[in-house]
């Protein structure tokens, strides 16, 4: 059941994404609309995993997070890979909080908010289902949101910021990293443009991660090498945006 909604949301997403990604450049630089794409002090590096939590997978990324003595946030969905009502799921979820780093939320089942003909009640469930199971399982409101492939309009940012009070988090790395699952090296060239000519007194950045894709682990690991050496300190999304 894991592996064939595994393969479903998959394929989903990579076509989506891919829609997304021809639509809309990536943005660079913290928007006028209020969205964060980078911290609010240079020299900080915010690691981000999107739609886990996938027990097997998620939990290899925080042994190595562990290992480095580092913190991320992980933006999870519903019902994906794993399932926020699942034993298993939860318990992921609460091993996230215990080992310091943060939860954000990233929709129920994961779809593209910018759709023009998304319901305002669609997109408000999509984000308060998982704001609401957050809630009951780790105690906490969660004051962080990523839309699905990055995509949003203005409708989206009335109902997620306006409505439901949460700061929208982007990127300004973007591994690629599910276009090429399992390949570290490639995922490692992309962290190298997005970070030329940067200096840590300057700049600061937020990279995108999917925890679930095989190879998530091993990435992170190369991944966390290449910003410590960079000079970067590593912080949770809402250290970054200065919550
Ligand atoms: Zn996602």
Redesign the pocket.
């Known amino acids: 059941m894991v592996n064939k909604m595994g393969l479903i949301f998959t394929l989903v997403?990579v076509i989506s994404?891919a829609l997304a990604t021809l639509g809309s450049p990536y943005p660079k630089a913290k928007q006028e609309d209020g969205v964060h794409t980078k911290c609010t002090q240079p020299g900080m590096f915010s690691l981000t995993f999107?739609?886990g939590p996938l027990p097997g997978r998620t939990e290899a990324v925080l042994d190595v997070l562990k290992e480095a003595n580092v913190t991320a946030t992980f933006?999870v969905?519903g019902q994906?890979y794993s399932d926020l009502h699942s034993v298993e799921g939860q318990a992921t979820v609460r091993r996230i909080i215990a080992e310091g780093h943060q939860i954000g939320i990233?929709?129920w089942s994961?779809p593209y908010l910018a759709d023009p003909w998304r319901s305002v009640e669609e997109v408000t469930n999509e984000v308060k289902s998982v704001a609401d199971k957050l809630l009951e399982i780790t105690g906490n409101r969660i004051p962080i949101m990523?839309p699905?492939?990055g995509a949003y309009n203005d409708s989206v940012l009335d109902i997620v910021r306006g409505e439901l009070g949460l700061e929208v988090i982007m990127w300004n790395v973007n591994t690629l990293d599910w276009s090429h699952p399992g390949d570290t090296a490639a995922a490692i060239e992309n962290y190298k443009i997005e970070t030329s000519g940067s200096h840590p007194s300057v700049d600061s950045f937020i990279a995108l991660h999917?925890d679930p894709l095989p190879g998530s682990s091993e990435l992170a690991v190369e991944a966390i090498r290449f910003m410590i050496s960079a000079g970067y300190r590593f912080v949770t999304v809402g250290e970054c945006i200065g919550l």
Do not use: E, Q, S, V
């Open positions: 997403g994404l999107d739609d933006f969905c994906t990233h929709t994961h990523r699905p492939y999917h």
